[in-house]
């Protein structure tokens, strides 16, 4: 029953993602709260569990978006894998080690997104100042956000089904 309270919550997540994450962009740097959903997803299913579940994630959004359709699912699974694999071998009880690690994860989603905008020929000068802003605004949103999923797994707000 808990997998069906997260695929509820993705549902709603994707919708939050799409209407009103653009309202809340930076300097045109939209939030991406998919990362810290997988992060908390991350840390409370199996592994493979997460990768598929990450991977579909990701596709439901790039659904929206169809000239970068691969590139969440591809990110998302990747992050999945790395927080599936190595999240054990982190010191959670050190605020700089959650960060840093938040920080790399959101890093080298925004690598992906870098990687495709050269490939299709875009402005290098462009991407670097909006991938610095984006890193570090990403990273704030991802921090806060996957201690307010785990504070929610916490309290058993999630509707009950």
Same mark, same amino acid.
């Given at each position: ?5 997260y ?30 959903? $997988? &992060? /908390?997803?991350?840390?409370? =299913? ?8 990450? %991977? +579909?994630?990701? !596709? ?20 999945a ?9 982190i ?6 080690? $959650? &960060? /840093?690690?938040?920080?790399? =994860? ?8 870098? %990687? +495709?905008f050269? !490939? ?7 991407i ?25 797994d916490?309290?058993?707000?999630? &509707?009950?089904?």
């Open positions: 029953m808990r997998i069906v309270k695929i509820l919550a993705a549902i709603i997540l994707i919708y939050f993602q799409i209407l009103i994450a653009p309202s809340l962009a930076i300097m045109h740097n939209i939030p991406n709260f998919l990362i810290p959903f $997988v &992060i /908390f997803l991350a840390l409370r =299913l199996s592994a493979n569990g997460v990768m598929i579940f990450a %991977f +579909f994630l990701g !596709l439901a959004f790039d659904l929206n978006y169809p000239g970068i359709i691969g590139l969440n699912a591809l990110s998302l699974t990747v992050i894998f790395l927080v599936s694999n190595f999240h054990k071998s010191n959670k009880a050190k605020f700089s080690v $959650v &960060i /840093f690690s938040i920080f790399l =994860l959101v890093f080298l989603n925004d690598l992906f997104y870098t %990687f +495709f050269i !490939l299709t020929n875009s402005p290098a000068t462009k670097l100042t909006s991938n610095i802003i984006s890193v570090f605004y990403n990273t704030a949103i991802c921090f806060i956000m996957v201690y307010f999923f785990i504070l929610l916490r309290l058993r707000v999630w &509707i009950d089904v």
